[in-house]
């Protein structure tokens, strides 16, 4: 049982910075997918930036040149590091996993097994 849990969720001003963890636990395939996704209220999940065990790397568009996913194999922890935040970077962020290697739908969470139970980013103007 895979279980991924979040973390370095917190409140800045905007143009701040936040690095949220996502530690990996029960993990056992070497190929799979992962993500982060992120919700505001009411609005749906959406995919911010999403990392393959075959090494591809994909951004959402409102997020490319700001965020930055990198995996820490050794550790088993996926890394976002979130610069230049703005107010409508607000919400839930939440890492997913999947042993599917997924390249068009990297960033689709229907297509996510896994999921933790987020941490909470708040950014102020």
């Known amino acids: 049982q895979v279980e991924l849990v979040e973390s370095g969720g917190g409140s800045v001003q905007a143009g701040g910075s936040l690095r949220l963890s996502c530690a990996a636990s029960?993990?056992?395939?070497?190929?799979?997918?992962m993500g982060w996704f992120r919700q505001a209220p009411g609005k749906e999940r959406e995919g911010v930036a999403g990392?393959?065990?075959?090494?591809?790397?994909k951004y959402a568009d409102s997020v490319k040149g700001r965020f930055t996913i990198s995996p820490d194999n050794n550790k088993n922890t996926l890394v976002l590091q979130m610069n230049s935040l703005t107010p409508e970077d607000t919400g839930m962020y939440y890492c997913?996993?999947?042993?599917?290697?997924?390249?068009?739908?990297?960033?689709?969470?229907?297509?996510?097994?896994?999921w933790g139970q987020g941490t909470e980013v708040t950014v102020s103007s």
């Open positions: 997913a996993r999947d042993t599917a290697i997924l390249n068009d739908s990297l960033l689709r969470p229907a297509r996510y097994a896994d």
């Open positions: 029960g993990v056992t395939r070497r190929k799979f997918s």
């Open positions: 990392i393959n065990s075959d090494g591809l790397i």
